[in-house]
């Protein structure tokens, strides 16, 4: 059960912690499943199919861009090119709605647990 919990909790924070992410600085996939993991002591390991999804939603949905590239010095060929994601004027003002309603959920959980409710 605890285990079933906690994927729900991730699942319905991921999109909002991949914008925060690319809010710092543009990333490809698997850099961003290492800063999400580096970020979250270890607490948020995710699989590139659990994380593409959602890249491919966001760029979808405009909140996103991407833009191959190589690593910087090397020439760019097909196999050295990496998909960059970068977060968008759009995206910006969506995780800073998804915050609010983070910071409110949460707020009002910590009240019940507490029993300030």
């Keep these: 059960m ?5 994927r729900q909790l991730k699942k319905g924070a991921l ?4 914008l925060a992410l690319l809010d710092r600085r543009a990333s490809h996939g698997y ?14 390991v995710l699989k590139e199919g ?10 979808d949905d405009g909140c996103i861009v991407s833009a191959w590239q190589s690593p910087t010095g090397e020439p760019q060929t097909p196999k050295t090119a990496r ?3 970068q977060i968008t004027g759009q995206g910006r003002a969506v995780l800073a709605e998804q915050v609010e ?9 910590e009240q019940v647990l507490e029993g300030n409710a």
Excluded at 101 to 106: E, G, H, I, L
């Design 101 to 109: 309603v983070w910071r409110q959920f949460s707020g009002s959980v």
């Design 31 to 44: 850099e961003l499943l290492l800063r999400l993991k580096e970020s979250s002591g270890g607490q948020l």
């Design 50 to 59: 659990t994380l593409y999804p959602i890249l491919y939603r966001l760029e």
């Design 2 to 6: 605890e285990q079933q919990f906690a």
């Design 83 to 85: 998909k960059v994601y």
């Design 15 to 18: 999109e909002m912690l991949v």
